[in-house]
Structure formats: structure tokens, C-alpha cells
């Protein structure tokens, strides 16, 4: 299975609804929320995602890229988010704060940055949904993809075969039609893509031929 996210932090803020409706042959539409704190960028919020939810034909994948999700992000899953990722290097604790999540109805990711190992998660995969392995240093579009990051999606692809956990593997930083295979064939299956398809002239278009290209390489 092959899932590709569009993330609107490369679309056009003024036309969120129209941007949307753009992709609408997408799995799920990523919203990146920044607090200018955890990361230096300032995005969205919690009413804005609500109303998105409200306009978007396909279901949100919420990003937080924010402090103290412990205390937010429960919020962005009563908002109608299909699934809320948090960062591991943000929260004080990941597995009841996942279990909050799936307990108001959404599914429950971890985030880990490039620096941050994912030994720690490696047993505790059936607690998350998603885990999200970022290609990139969070916090702005448009970013080169960090190949240096592929041995840790390996071992988390690895240890999900082993115990024969479910869980969705996500890349998101610098994913285009090149990089999409190498993330792939290291074991992710869900691709989040930014400027690849909104600064295309046809986003669903584009997003077709991520699909495709990422099928070729399907395990």
C-alpha cells in the first residue's frame, strides 16, 4: 500500500479550500502545525484545521512540529484530524498521550527527527499508528532529502515485519519523483510531498506519478 500525503504547507494560504480541491486523488492532506517555538516557523492552528476539515475532500494527517503536545494535540483530534503526529523530542510521554489520541477517535503518530534515534520506539510500534521519520530538519518547506536518515526507517521497517505490527512507516521532507523510490525501498510506505505537487501545474496529476513511482518500488 502506497499513501501520498500532500503537505499545503506549499500551497496557497489565501485558497486552502481550492488548494484542497486540487489534490483530491491524495490518501490524506498533511497540515504542518509550527508554534514558532519547537521549530522556527509559524503555521496554523487549531481552528484552522477545523475549518479545513470542514472543506477538504480527503482526511487530515496533522503534523505537530509544536511544544507541549501532551496538552495540545488531544485538541487537533477533537477537530476532526483522521490522524496527529507529535514529536518524540516534544513530549513527556508518548504512549499515553498516543492513547489519548486513539481514545478521541484519531490515529496516533510519533515523529522523530533526523538526529533522534528510533531504537527506544522499536518494541512499542503496536502503540502508534504512524511513526514519521523525518527526511528533512523540520520546520520549512522546500528542503533537500536527508538520505543519511534511510538506516532508521530500515530498522523501524524491520522491527514492524518482525513483530508484524501495522503500523504506517512516513517519510516527509524533500520526497519528489527521485527520492520517493529510495524511501521506499527502504521501507515506508505513506509519503508526505510538498512543493512536488503544489508547485506542479496539475497536483493530482503529480501526485499519480509519485504513486507510481513509488508502486515500481513496492516491496
Known sequence: M???????LSADFANLQAEVERISSADFVHVDIM?????????FGVRMTQRLHEVSPRPLDVHLMIDD???WAP??????AECVTFHAEATTNPIELARTLR?????AGIALKPGTPAGPYLELLDEFDQVLVMTVEPGFGGQSFMESTMPKLELLRA??????SRV?????????LATIAIARDSGA????????????????????LLRAAAQQHSH
Open 2 to 8: 502506497v499513501r501520498i500525503n500532500p503537505s499545503i
Open 35 to 43: 508554534d514558532n517555538h519547537f521549530v522556527p516557523n509559524l503555521t
Open 69 to 71: 503536545p501532551d496538552r
Open 75 to 80: 485538541d487537533y483530534a477533537r477537530a476532526g
Open 103 to 107: 481514545s478521541i477517535g484519531s490515529r
Open 159 to 164: 522491527a514492524a515485519d518482525r513483530t508484524g
Open 168 to 176: 504506517w512507516l512516513q517519510v516527509d521532507g524533500g520526497i519528489d
Open 189 to 208: 510506505d505513506t509519503f508526505v510531498a510538498g512543493s512536488a505537487v503544489f508547485n506542479s501545474p496539475d497536483p493530482d496529476a503529480q501526485i499519480a
